[in-house]
């Protein structure tokens, strides 16, 4: 059974930059994939990107392509998400969770379609000046 957890939210300026964490505590994260998701107070779920258990493959939300990076290190059971050039709308809570669906599924352009499963308490990000 997966145990992730999230960290490396926080407040950053506009353009800043942060760079999210997902560790897994269980069972062997490497054999899955893994997908990023936030949640904004009063808006929807939505998807931000995925990567695939290899890490050959990644998908990203059309809302961050270009500024966010998506990478792992399957030796240290960790998911990063580097996120640049930060806008007033990424603040959100940011989670990660196993995606049902291969990252191949998304061809390139992540959204919520596959189960989401294993998420943690999420990390806060705020961008604001």
């Known amino acids: 059974q997966l145990q992730l957890a999230e960290s490396g939210g926080g407040l950053v300026q506009p353009g800043g930059s942060l760079r999210l964490s997902c560790v897994d505590s269980?069972?062997?994260?490497?054999?899955?994939?893994v997908a990023w998701f936030r949640q904004a107070p009063g808006r929807e779920r939505e998807g931000v990107s995925c990567?695939?258990?290899?890490?050959?493959?990644?998908a990203y939300a059309d809302s961050v392509k270009d500024r966010f990076t998506i990478s792992r290190d399957n030796a240290k059971n960790t998911v990063y998400l580097q996120m640049d050039n930060l806008k007033p709308e990424d603040t959100a809570v940011y989670y990660c969770a196993v995606d049902s669906l291969p990252c191949s599924y998304y061809s390139g352009t992540y959204s919520l379609r596959g189960r989401l499963s294993d998420w943690g308490r999420g990390t806060l990000v705020t961008v604001s000046s």
């Open positions: 269980g069972s062997d994260l490497e054999f899955y994939p």
């Open positions: 990567i695939s258990s290899t890490g050959d493959t990644t």
